[in-house]
């Protein structure tokens, strides 16, 4: 099972769209605070989450507290970024893996570039835009990761 960090995620929409992602792919959800999103079961299900029940949540009050966890599980995570050195199609991505996508406004911090600068990959943009929608490229990279992990169920018969 992949692993799938937001870091202080912003828009509920791309945070909802993230999720119903990772329960699609099987795929553990960490969510990255502090953040401002109401996860309440009155808001799940006034937002129509109806997949929530279905997914794997941690979520890490700090930012110290997931490297924390990075450390207790000996895990350095793929950090998803413009700034990546390595495209996200050509990354050796294993089973267990983490992949951390920043915030909406201010990606990943830059101690976290400072401290995986080998981990960093990138979804190439040949247009012109600034970057990806954060839902859309957690898409993007958790479907390629998940083949490449060869974490893929057998076809349905």
């Not at 828009?11 to 099987?26: D, E, F, K």
């Not at 700034?83 to 992949?99: F, K, M, N, S, T």
Request: glycine share 6%.
């Amino acid at each position: 099972m992949l692993h799938v960090a937001l870091y202080q995620p912003m828009i509920p929409p791309n945070t909802g769209a993230t999720a119903r992602q990772c329960v699609g792919m099987n795929a553990h959800l960490h969510l990255v605070g502090p953040h401002r999103l109401d996860l309440s079961d009155h808001a799940v299900k006034r937002a129509g989450l109806d997949y929530w029940p279905h997914l794997i949540l941690t979520k890490h009050p700090t930012p110290d507290d997931f490297v924390d966890w990075l450390a207790r599980e000996n895990k350095s995570p793929w950090l998803v970024t413009k700034l990546g050195e390595h495209r996200y199609d050509r990354a050796p991505y294993a089973d267990e893996d983490v992949l951390v996508f920043g915030n909406e406004k201010e990606g990943i911090p830059q101690a976290w570039h400072d401290r995986w600068p080998d981990r960093r990959i990138s979804v190439p943009i040949l247009g012109q835009i600034r970057s990806y929608n954060l839902a859309n490229t957690v898409a993007i990279v958790l479907a390629q990761a998940t083949s490449t992990a060869a974490l893929y169920p057998p076809p349905h018969p």
